[in-house]
């Protein structure tokens, strides 16, 4: 599999991520011949929060993949903190601890990225500088990112942070599309034409932060899967059949390539627990999509072009 640079960062990661929100619906087994089989295809990202599940994913994943220090040299781990019941904490205790959690259930003594998981409207830069700072000083983190945030939101604590922010993950797939829509209709008085996320992809290209896509088979935000939903996404999953049987490659690979075709590097993060479909996927390229056939596939999923 490709590789490329994570943000600003020296990190040499897997174009493709495997996230692992869903590891604890496999016994430890079955969770064992997922990831290996990731690490087989070439998969290096594994990403995680402190929520998942409680964090038994991320303990499941150490006990699974028998986390040694030969392999985890080879391993980036990602995982995100901030998200409480009821509310969200991105002060510098929660961080702190959060992170401390993590390592234990991991089985490490480092993470390679944390993720801010989702905007505190509480957040204090500063705060969550001296807490960055902390990690990066005593070895637990070697980058930080967020997730689901805007520019202005980063801008906020960018300004206040002695290190760059290298991803911002973010929801994107053929249906979830207002990151780009807007600009595609700009100058147009009609909804596709109204910024929701203030021009976020556009300032992560100018900044090099990555953008991660996550749950890029999912439509809305949590309504479903589109892929075989037919009554919904009838004419998508149409387009999708005939890209895969011209191309050789899967529905879910045609996504992925899709993705992976935007000049914007984005690095999808794909959450199956299928070890087969895992490698139907990993057969994504972007240079297997024209620029026809991504805006087909645009169209296909409801879009519409001025």
């Not at 990151?179 to 147009?188: E, P, R, T, V, Y």
């Amino acid at each position: 599999m490709k590789q490329m640079r994570l943000g600003t960062s020296e990190l040499q990661v897997s174009q493709i991520a495997l996230g692992c929100a869903r590891l604890t619906q496999l016994d430890q087994k079955g969770a064992a011949q997922l990831l290996h089989t990731a690490l087989e295809e070439g998969i290096n990202f594994f990403d995680h929060a402190d929520i998942y599940d409680g964090g038994a994913c991320e303990s499941l994943f150490s006990k699974a993949l028998e986390l040694t220090p030969s392999l985890r040299e080879k391993l980036v781990l990602q995982t995100k903190c901030g998200i409480c019941p009821g509310y969200f904490d991105s002060s510098r205790e929660h961080i702190l601890e959060s992170v401390d959690n993590s390592l234990k259930r991991l089985n490490t003594e480092y993470v390679d990225v944390l993720l801010l998981h989702r905007p505190d409207t509480l957040m204090e830069p500063e705060e969550v500088a001296r807490a960055f700072e902390s990690l990066r000083d005593s070895g637990k983190v070697r980058y930080f990112g967020v997730s689901n945030q805007t520019p202005g939101t980063m801008e906020l604590l960018s300004q206040a942070l002695t290190v760059p922010l290298v991803a911002d993950q973010l929801q994107f797939s053929p249906t979830n599309t207002g990151m780009i829509d807007f600009a595609l209709h700009a100058n147009m008085q009609i909804d596709a034409s109204v910024d929701r996320d203030g021009g976020i992809l556009e300032y992560c290209r100018r900044r090099n932060i990555t953008i991660q896509a996550w749950s890029p088979f999912q439509y809305g935000t949590w309504d479903g899967v589109y892929l075989g939903n037919e009554e919904k996404w009838g004419e998508l999953n149409r387009v999708l059949r005939e890209l895969s049987q011209q191309k050789g490659i899967s529905p879910e690979a045609v996504v992925i390539s899709w993705i992976l075709r935007h000049p914007a590097g984005i690095q999808p993060i794909v959450g199956t627990t299928n070890a087969q479909r895992l490698r139907g996927i990993c057969r994504a390229d972007g240079s297997l999509i024209s620029r026809p056939e991504w805006y087909r596939v645009y169209q296909a999923a409801g879009h519409k072009l001025p």
